[in-house]
């Protein structure tokens, strides 16, 4: 069954730093850009970093450019999000999903993963 799963999520200080993971499985993860979205509570799903099927091109959000870093291993069918300098406002649960060229949600997976809870304290 086609699924996602993020893990990597905890509780951290202001400044602190994580790293989130994103396994795939059920379809060829190589063919696919694949992105990270939050959604903290109160507030709709947002966008937060995308990257090409190869690895070579990145897309951020205003909020997080220079403090996150979206990267892929294909051999591994696995994303990734180091956050660096994390602020109370990143708090929120984070998604993995395929994206399109315009880094929007893709039809490729059956449905949104668990997500992974980050919440970052003051």
């Known amino acids: 069954q086609a699924q996602l799963v993020e893990s990597g999520g905890g509780l951290v200080q202001a400044g602190g730093s994580l790293r989130l993971s994103c396994a795939a499985s059920?379809?060829?993860?190589?063919?696919?850009?694949m992105g990270w979205f939050r959604q903290a509570p109160g507030k709709e799903r947002e966008f937060v970093a995308g990257i090409n099927w190869s690895g070579g091109s990145t897309y951020y959000a205003d909020s997080v450019k220079g403090r996150f870093t979206i990267s892929r291993d294909n051999a591994k069918n696995t994303v990734y999000l180091q956050m660096n300098s994390l602020k109370p406002e990143d708090t929120a649960v984070y998604y993995c999903?395929?994206?399109?060229?315009?880094?929007?949600?893709?039809?490729?997976?059956?449905?949104w993963g668990q997500g992974t809870q980050v919440t970052v304290s003051s």
């Open positions: 059920g379809r060829t993860f190589s063919n696919y850009a």
């Open positions: 999903n395929a994206v399109t060229n315009n880094y929007r949600p893709a039809n490729v997976f059956r449905s």
